[in-house]
């Protein structure tokens, strides 16, 4: 539920209302004269950027061996003189 608050108490107690928005995840409305004028919200979630891996596993199988060259070492142009 979303707490309500006029907004000469929001002055008074601004940064420890942000820290519990942040907190708890709830909004609050601010007033004035009885009215609402804002509402102060949480940030939304990062992005997930740094969870690159594995983002494919539930659209990709692996078949096989991914580990050994595809083809013999004999066959490889850098090692022959």
């Known amino acids: 539920m979303q707490e309500t608050i006029p907004i000469s108490k929001?002055?008074?107690?601004?940064l420890r209302l942000l820290d519990n928005v942040n907190k708890?995840?709830?909004s609050i409305i601010v007033?004035?004269?009885?009215?609402p004028i804002a509402l102060?919200?949480?940030p939304p979630p990062p992005p997930q950027r740094d969870q690159w891996l594995g983002c494919m596993r539930d659209h990709i199988k692996i078949t096989g061996?991914?580990?050994?060259?595809?083809?013999?070492?004999k066959q490889w142009e850098v090692l022959q003189d």
């Open 10 to 14: 929001f002055k008074a107690t601004c």
């Open 24 to 26: 708890t995840g709830q």
């Open 31 to 35: 007033t004035r004269k009885g009215e």
């Open 40 to 42: 102060v919200t949480p």
């Open 65 to 73: 061996d991914i580990i050994s060259p595809v083809l013999d070492e």
